[in-house]
T-cell receptor, first 110, second 114 residues
Framework: DTAVSQTPKYLVTQMGNDKSIKCEQNLGHDTMYWYKQDSKKFLKIMFSYNNKELIINETVPNRFSPKSPDKAHLNLHINSLELGDSAVYFC?????????FGQGTRLTVV | AQKITQTQPGMFVQEKEAVTLDCTYDTSDPSYGLFWYKQPSSGEMIFLIYQGSYDQQNATEGRYSLNFQKARKSANLVISASQLGDSAMYFCAMRVRRDDKIIFGKGTRLHILP
């Protein structure tokens, strides 16, 4: 009964590949996010969706494309992966006083 | 512009002592919420406590309390009777109503000493 679940937890892939990370929340929240945490632990917002609509796109390269098939899901597809994309990616959902994160996906591009 | 500042990159505290982690914020939006998260070495982001800008009382959750001083724009986290398991990275965050974006401070790494 995990509130926000994302898969996979680890992802190792070669430069130039395309990969996806899936996220699902069972909290009934309207807003979902993708965050990137760099090697210095800084958390930067990438995208925000509200009820399947894109609200925030924080100047993320076009190679990153979020998709929200319904309010409970927000997936992240990354094309032509680069070494600099290596990071931990967090999905989150939020409503009112609640904001919960998934367990994170550690992406390593080699 | 909205901003969260955590000025303590690292702290060392003796077990069972109380700990205060500093957080200041900046926003012109009158409606906002403040969050604290714990990130242990295992990597997950654990929600600890929330304070709304219009809440009259400071939030408390078990050993965690948020010292909210609105005029000073500070939202310090207080952990009472610290435990070894409290060793982790702690992040202060803010969401403003206008755009629903949650922004984070750079974090404070807390070490609890036995």
């Amino acid at each position: 009964d995990t509130a926000v679940s994302q898969t996979p937890k680890y992802l190792v892939t070669q430069m130039g590949n395309d990969k996806s990370i899936k996220c699902e929340q069972n909290l009934g929240h309207d807003t979902m996010y993708w965050y990137k945490q760099d090697s210095k632990k800084f958390l930067k917002i990438m995208f925000s969706y509200n009820n399947k609509e894109l609200i925030i796109n924080e100047t993320v390269p076009n190679r990153f494309s979020p998709k929200s098939p319904d309010k409970a899901h927000l997936n992240l597809h990354i094309n032509s992966l680069e070494l600099g994309d290596s990071a931990v990616y967090f999905c989150a959902s939020s409503q009112g006083p609640e904001a919960f994160f998934g367990q994170g996906t550690r992406l390593t591009v080699v | 512009a909205q901003k969260i500042t955590q000025t303590q990159p690292g702290m060392f505290v003796q077990e069972k002592e109380a700990v205060t982690l500093d957080c200041t914020y900046d926003t012109s939006d009158p409606s906002y919420g403040l969050f604290w998260y714990k990130q242990p070495s295992s990597g997950e982001m654990i929600f600890l406590i929330y304070q709304g800008s219009y809440d009259q009382q400071n939030a408390t959750e078990g050993r965690y309390s948020l010292n909210f001083q609105k005029a000073r724009k500070s939202a310090n986290l207080v952990i009472s009777a610290s435990q070894l398991g409290d060793s982790a990275m702690y992040f202060c965050a803010m969401r403003v109503r206008r755009d629903d974006k949650i922004i984070f401070g750079k974090g404070t790494r807390l070490h609890i000493l036995p």
